[in-house]
C-alpha cells in the first residue's frame, strides 16, 4: 500500500508539473489551459481469467465491488480547436473490503495517469454543453488479502495499460464548470506471481463521475 501511495504521489506531482508547464506556455500563446477535479464510484469488472489468476496468486479469489474514483487533469483548448481540448489526466480508484474465499477480506485499489482527448459535439465549445472524451494511460494494481487473525497477509501488484472512453454533459458557469460523467474504462496489466512466474490481469470499470472544470 505504501508503495501505491508514493507512486501516486509522484504522479500527481508530476501531473501538476505538466499543468504549470501548460499554463506558462499558455501565457506566452494565449491558448485556453482548464483545469479539473473529480469525484465518482464504479463498478470494477473482471475479465478473461482474472479470478483464476487471483487464485493463483495467494489461494483465493473475490467478487469484484464497487470503488471511489478521484481523478485530476488538464486540457488546451484553442477555440480554433472548435471544441477539442487535449490533454493529461490521474485516476485513482479505491475499493472497500469485501469478504471473499473462506472468509478472508480483499481489497482492490488501482490507478492509471494518461493522455486525454475530449470533444464537444454539438456545441463545439469547450467546457460546454454535451461532449465524449477517450484517455489511453499507463498505471497500477494493488490486491490484497487480510486475515488478521491468524496473520495472513498477501499483496500482488500488476503494471500496465488503460483505456478509457466517456460520455457526459457539462453546465457552464462564471467561472467553473459542472459535469456529469459516464466512464468504460479496460486495463491489461502484468505481475509476477511468487514461485510461478509472469501473469496477466484484465480489469475494468463502469461508473459515474461529478468533475468540477475551471
Not at 490521474?90 to 469485501?98: A, E, M, Q, R, Y
Not at 482527448?117 to 477517450?134: C, D, T
Request: charged share 15%.
Amino acid at each position: 500500500m505504501n508503495k501505491s501511495i508514493l507512486t501516486l504521489a509522484a504522479s500527481i506531482t508530476c501531473l501538476f508539473t505538466q499543468f504549470a508547464e501548460a499554463q506558462t506556455f499558455t501565457e506566452k500563446t494565449r491558448f485556453p489551459v482548464y483545469g479539473e477535479l473529480g469525484l465518482g464510484f464504479g463498478q470494477t469488472l473482471f475479465f478473461s481469467d482474472m479470478k483464476a489468476q487471483l487464485i493463483k496468486s495467494y489461494g483465493g479469489a473475490f467478487d469484484p465491488n464497487i470503488g471511489n474514483n478521484l481523478m485530476m487533469g488538464f486540457y488546451i483548448a484553442p477555440e480554433n480547436w472548435k471544441g477539442l481540448g487535449l490533454g493529461s489526466r490521474i485516476k485513482g480508484t479505491f475499493g472497500t473490503s469485501v469478504t471473499g474465499d473462506n472468509g478472508d477480506s480483499y481489497i482492490f485499489n488501482y490507478y492509471n495517469l494518461a493522455i486525454t482527448a475530449k470533444y464537444y459535439v454539438i456545441n463545439r465549445e469547450f467546457n460546454k454543453g454535451l461532449y465524449i472524451r477517450g484517455s489511453f494511460g499507463f498505471g497500477q494494481f494493488t490486491t490484497k488479502r487480510v486475515n488478521e487473525a491468524v496473520n495472513l497477509y498477501k499483496h500482488q501488484y500488476a503494471i500496465g495499460t488503460s483505456l478509457m472512453g466517456g460520455i457526459g454533459y457539462t453546465i457552464p458557469f462564471k467561472k467553473t464548470a459542472l459535469s456529469f460523467e459516464a466512464e468504460f474504462d479496460y486495463s491489461n496489466r502484468n505481475g509476477t506471481i511468487d514461485g510461478l512466474g509472469d501473469a496477466g490481469y484484465k480489469s475494468g470499470q463502469i461508473g459515474g463521475n461529478i468533475i468540477l472544470s475551471f
